[in-house]
């Protein structure tokens, strides 16, 4: 599962991925958290500069993203720009740099690939002091188009979310929650999306699966570090909806190859495929939907989302879960619970044999298209906040295109314009290539098989068929890297990845030292699947992002164990 929105146009989108129901992980929430609410609106930063010294670059290269395609290049060409933000209340400069940095085999050492990455470094910092972070989105076959553009990178584009964000002209501006003040941000596209291709005589299809795209991504990092002098900087990663599950495996492979992380954040987690559209997991979301929406049962209606979804994962957990395990059988009371927390008529509920995940034949969801059907609405499955016409022809378009969910639809035409806005004539990178921002072909051909640290083959259905299990490989490099600190970041209305079953996944994780649990951090915010999209949320979630930056740089002790791990790997 990736992140929704796709784009169209001279981006070329591929949607599909979103939508398969092993994509759409259940839900996730903890009680022991803290529930981060949302902030206020930033005041407007001072317009961004361009400082002289900017270097276009023209690439003549065509990237095929097809299963089979390739390149012969093995150039790593780039467009550098120079620039100033104020974040803070401090002026930083900065330097963009938007090309190709070229990965190798590790037997071999021969070219495999070209990975186009965006990187923003500040101007002027010590190695061992700047902290850098790579960022991905997932999919599997997205680009990182949608959390450069949205999240914490220098500029970011203005949406009107929840809502539609009406056609061009657009707004692309200063990003003042832009984590550039705490870490140089590099953002990477994976064989097959962006302008990234295999090497002949390898293929695309040569990177696509579970441990070869980890594999790949480690390459690129390595590269990365290898190139610009970064070896000894504390680093970080941040992944998105299955770039979460990139993230652990990668995080494994990484310690593995003597490259030990101070931080890793997962932002709408996918953890274990095994519980996608697990009901316990997803019904805390659909209660939080239909509080939004003001269609609960509950009276008084509850006035605080954290303590009441709190209440529901309760509930979901306990009378819920036994519910459903007797179904037929049914208890009134707790059926009318049921109908109270969501907002669906119980005669509705027992249709669905309880089910508030199902999906019907088409793969509808049948919460998120009955909850305001009087309405002829739907609710959009990245964010149920987002509503759309769900009548006539818009009710009967593919919902596995991706392009009918009501939050992707919100978006996706500004990401589409910003996008070619900003990489053309602020990168000033150019192409005559078609940028892929998501890659069905790379979904549709992935290898989702992938073997634990224990050596174990977790993610086996009760049809023997293989599904993706990879909380196993973030508890290993937990626990052989006991500094590493862990950010998990969910949104309240996310129905594709639930907050509910992201902490179900993290508690039952095999990890068992409650010392090195304590590095594992569950931050929850009033958004959707893309928790950046929502101002508030995102100012929050910069907040909880600095506060893990400023803990893992200024422990020193921390730092010194890590660098040693690294020393000892290397020797």
Known sequence: MTNPDSASGSVQSSHNSHASPASRASAASAASSALAASSPSPAPSAPAVHRGGDQPFFDPVAYGNGPDDSVTDTSESAAITKHSIVIGGKKINYTATAGHLVTVDPSSSLPNARIFY????????????????????????????????????????????????????????????????????????????????????????????????????????????????????????????????RSCVLAYRLHEDGVDLNGVTLQSSILDYTQAGNPVGALPTAAADAWYHRKLGVAPTPTDLGAFVEEVAQFARTDYLAALRKFPSTDDATVEKLSEYTGIDKTTLLAWSLDVAAYDSRGNSLFLTTLLKSKGVALGAYDGRVTAIDTGIAGKIDPNSGGNDPTMTAVSGVYTAMWNQYLNEQLKYTSNSSFTDLNDQAFLNWDFSHIDPTGEQKGVDSKGNIVLYTAGDLAAVMALNVDLKVLSANGFYDFVTPFYQTVLDLQQMPLVSQSVRQNLSARFYPSGHMVYLDGGSRTALKADLAKMYDATVSDTAALGRIRALQARKAG
């Open 118 to 245: 965006v990187a923003f470094t500040e101007d002027g910092q010590k190695e061992e002091t700047r902290p850098v972070t790579f960022f991905y989105n997932g999919g599997p076959g997205s680009s990182s188009v949608f959390v450069l553009l949205g999240s914490f990178a220098p500029k970011r584009i203005k949406t009107s979310m929840p809502g539609f964000t009406p056609p061009a002209p657009y707004q692309i501006e200063d990003n003042p929650d832009s984590l550039l003040d705490k870490s140089d941000l590099v953002f990477i596209n994976p064989v097959g999306t962006g302008y990234s291709a295999a090497i002949a005589p390898h293929k695309n299809r040569d990177f696509w699966g579970v441990d070869k795209d980890a594999d790949s991504i480690k390459q690129f990092i390595k590269r990365f570090l290898t190139k610009n002098n970064r070896w000894n900087s504390p680093k970080y990663l941040f992944g998105e909806s299955y770039g979460t599950a």
